[in-house]
Nanobody
Framework: QVQLEESGGGLAQAGGSLRLSCHAS????????MGWFRQAPEKDREFVAA????????HYADSVKGRFTISRDSDKNAIYLQMDNLKPEDTAVYYC??????????????WGQGTQVIVSS
């Protein structure tokens, strides 16, 4: 059973940075795609970024491209989301996600509990 635990959320000013972490436990992750989704108040959950563990292939939503960077640390079984040049519209609960594949609409099979990010203007 895969377990995902996020950390690193908090409050930032517009133009600032935050780094989210997701520590994973369970089966070997070499076959998985892992990613981040977010859900703002009164909005649907949306795709942010994804990374294929075995190849480090990455994919980003247009809204975060050039500002956010997804990466992994194999030794720590962790993925990260470095968020730079934050905007108030980045305010959301951010969820770590994993699966054999990730649909940008529905995500993969496994979800973390989420971590809150608030960006003030």
């Amino acid at each position: 059973q895969v377990q995902l635990e996020e950390s690193g959320g908090g409050l930032a000013q517009a133009g600032g940075s935050l780094r989210l972490s997701c520590h994973a436990s369970g089966p070997p992750f070499s076959r998985y795609v892992m990613g981040w989704f977010r859900q703002a108040p009164e909005k649907d959950r949306e795709f942010v970024a994804a990374l294929k563990w075995s190849t480090s292939w990455t994919h980003y939503a247009d809204s975060v491209k050039g500002r956010f960077t997804i990466s992994r640390d194999s030794d720590k079984n962790a993925i990260y989301l470095q968020m730079d040049n934050l905007k108030p519209e980045d305010t959301a609960v951010y969820y770590c996600n994993a699966g054999d594949a990730i649909s940008t609409q529905h995500g993969g099979e496994y979800w973390g509990q989420g971590t809150q990010v608030i960006v003030s203007s």
